[in-house]
């Protein structure tokens, strides 16, 4: 089992929709939690960390389920330049990272 | 720029051929990691280190690959007689190992083997 998994997609969506991604750990013991964007051809750049009370940060929310062991992001209000590969991480003495859920904005 | 910095940005090869990396860390980031990511894939670790210490080295990698960070500032990754299959994007981040740890990436190095 992969430390870290992701629903590959693709999310294909409109505009203005409510979009929400999971991301499953392995390790109950894992430290910390993050949400990475990925251009394509481009470098993962950080979109924000995972608090275990939940973190808001303009249309992007976070949620830490640690029973359930998963980790959401939920973007609202999708815009056509949200549209990229979203990868969740975790740190369990070192990071771990899913594949990437792809995500399609469309006008 | 205080970013991550890797170099080069594109390296052709043929195969067989030795090739190095260089990633400058963020200056006072002492957790330095090395992956590899091919199309569609998410980051592969590869190695990391703590300070000049490697922690942790991939099974998956083969003895081909090394990597050092001699100082604890800049590391390098070498891979010796490549292969067609080393084609990918090598990826160098850094953290600090407590506190606030988020990784940041490295522009990444874009490998083609031929």
Redesign the interface.
Known sequence: RKE?E?D?GPFNVPEGATVAFNCTYSNSASQ?F?WYRQDC??????LM?VYSSGNEDGRFTAQLNRASQYISLLIRDSKLSDSATY?C?V?F????????TKLNVKP | DTGVSQDPRHKITKRGQNVTFRCDPISEHNRLYWYRQTLGQGPEFLTYFQNEAQLEKSRLLSDRFSAERPKGSFSTLEIQRTEQGDSAMYLCASSLAQGVNEAFFGQGTRLTVV
């Open positions: 870290v992701q590959p910390s993050f051809r481009k470098e993962p750049k950080l960390s990868l991480a740190i003495n070192k990071f771990y990272f899913g594949s990437g």
